[in-house]
């Protein structure tokens, strides 16, 4: 780990998380909102793992495994949804799943 | 773990294994009413113990806990309103879901999330606290699934709510990376030894904010707001306006005043930014509105921007105004909710302003606890909301914040006309004859106990305020 400077894990975690932001900003389909917004939950887990190393401590990863069972939970309540709103809808376009306007 | 370690987290016991209780028993036997029961019971169990058994001084926990008088206090607000939004939600649920006992379930799991929220001091705690209490509102706001908007709001949250977590994960990576520790009181530490904040600091808290800011609803992480309410069932609605942007205010209070996040004034204006585009853009979304929930999810906007004027004054007395306030609040929302769920019926939830047409001479008694809680939500002396308005102004001027108390005092007045119209939509006369999209609700006693006891309380604190501002002072010290 010597001669990889922390800045350069921090930055490849920040191209990640914004690549990931770009993804759930411009996609229309929701699974793929829901795959970006697992980049950017697995980039600040990246950014963790890269600060632990910095410090040298185990608690950058312990929080880098919590964010993956949170990830986990939440992939699968997503889905269920997303099979609620396929079943409805028939289509995963996030446009037609806006009904409420106001 | 010590013996008063132990002790002191039994509030979070107590909600775990009431979660399990409920999973054995759907297991042997569903049965809506002895669900009801363990959750009431349990909630109520918890809070008494709170109430008899909790210290008034501090305990930590190392490293993740801190339970003080204002963990304490926020837990009790938080066990009550879980306990009054499960008396609505019987009613509600009874009337309208087949399988309608796991709901119970993640609303005590979604409390649990709540109360780990705030007594946390270690980003690991409020992670894991949030994240229990928002995947418990996933599925808390999609419940009804035979409603096709329900699966709308429910995705729009997931979605906007991990869009969010990870904002608030990356800005928290940050600053344990420059801090070196993921305690508050480590990372106060850190930002002590220099006077100025480097930048990667300086942008994990950016980051930060934009998270919390997407929790608590505030311009211009608001969007979600309106469909979600919306959406949601009115139970769940009331649910994510009092206890899960209070437990996020709470945790915003505790985590800038251990950090002093006031030293920095790029911050503070970041703050005094939202606070009041909040007030002005929440109430003006809710002028053009028709629908009495988005009234509601709009208005909510607004109030959360009063709170940040007295979390801006800072101090003992802004803590204090802060607390007041969200109490005033809770029981003000949750009223205001619960009477929209006892109105609603089987198809639809009575959300139109026209569902309310005549109200006050068919059904005086609703139309009258309504009545007082939306006069409270206006900030009308006599009620609670006036008074907690009163504390949020006293906290600003005692700082001096003339700007945002200016801006506190044109948006209450610019507040006042929606609720007012409502108000008025009920004064209008009665059609005898009943058209066909009507509503037909069913009435139940416990909801309608609860919404009196609701009423009596908000008028006991808006003629009596010192009786629940000496128990804040007992508990909420910076200290």
Sequence with gaps: MDDVPIESGLVLASILFILGMIGVLTRRNIIFMLISVEIMLNAAGLAFIVAGAKWAQADGQVMFIFILTMAAAEVSVGLALILQIYHQLKTLDSDAASKMNG | ?479
């Design chain 2, 1 to 479: 773990m010590s013996k008063t370690d132990l002790l002191s987290v039994i509030p979070i016991f107590i909600l775990t294994s009431a979660a399990i209780l409920i999973l054995f028993s759907i297991a042997v036997k569903r049965n809506h009413k002895v669900i009801y029961l363990i959750t009431t019971v349990s909630l109520a169990a918890d809070f008494i113990y709170i109430a008899l058994f909790s210290a008034k001084t501090k305990w930590i926990i190392e490293p993740l806990f801190i339970i003080d008088g204002f963990g304490t206090f926020n837990t009790g607000l938080i066990l009550l309103s879980a306990l009054a939004v499960s008396m609505i939600s019987y009613a509600y649920f009874e009337q309208r879901e087949e399988r309608k006992e796991e709901y119970y379930i993640l609303l005590i799991l979604a409390t649990l999330g709540a109360v780990v929220l705030v007594i946390s001091k270690h980003f690991i705690s409020l992670f894991l606290g949030l994240e229990i209490l928002s995947v418990s509102l996933y599925a808390m706001i999609t419940y009804l699934r035979k409603r096709e908007r329900s699966d709308e709001a429910g995705i729009k949250y997931l979605i906007l709510a991990a869009f969010s977590s990870a904002f608030l994960l990356f800005g928290m990576a940050l600053v344990y990376a420059s801090a070196g520790s993921m305690e508050f009181s480590g990372i106060a530490k850190h930002l002590a030894s220099s006077s100025s904040m480097s930048p990667v600091v300086f942008a994990g808290l950016g980051l930060m904010t934009v998270g919390i800011g997407f929790k608590l609803g505030v311009v211009p992480f608001h969007m979600w707001t309106a469909d979600v309410y919306e959406g949601a069932p009115a139970p769940v609605t009331a649910y994510i306006a009092t206890v899960s942007k209070g437990g996020m205010m709470a945790l915003l209070v505790r985590f800038f005043v251990v950090i002093d996040g006031y030293r920095y004034t790029a911050l503070m204006m970041a703050f005094a930014v939202i606070a009041i585009a909040s007030m002005f853009i929440g109430n003006f979304l809710a002028l053009r509105q028709n629908n009495v929930k988005r009234i509601l999810a709009y208005s909510s906007i607004s109030h959360v921007g009063y709170i940040l004027v007295a979390f801006l004054a800072g101090g003992t007395l802004g803590v204090q105004a802060v607390t007041f306030y969200l109490v005033a609040y809770f029981i003000t929302t949750i009223g205001a909710f619960g009477i929209l769920a006892t109105l609603s019926d089987r198809d639809r939830d009575a959300e139109m302003r026209e569902d309310y047409k005549g109200l006050f001479w068919a059904r005086p008694w609703t139309a009258a606890i309504f009545t007082a809680m939306l006069l409270s939500l206006a900030g009308i002396p006599l009620t609670a909301g006036f008074i907690g308005k009163f504390y949020i102004v006293a906290a600003g001027v005692g700082n001096g914040q003339w700007l945002l108390v200016l801006m506190l005092a044109v948006n209450s007045a610019i507040g006042l006309y929606y609720y007012i119209k409502i108000i008025a939509t009920m004064f209008e006369p009665y059609e005898k004859e009943r058209p066909s999209d009507q509503l037909y609700p069913s009435i139940y006693i416990v909801s309608g106990v609860t919404m009196a006891v609701l009423t009596l309380l908000l008028v006991w604190i808006g003629t009596n305020p010192s009786g629940i501002m000496d128990l804040i002072q007992a508990f909420v010290r910076l200290n």
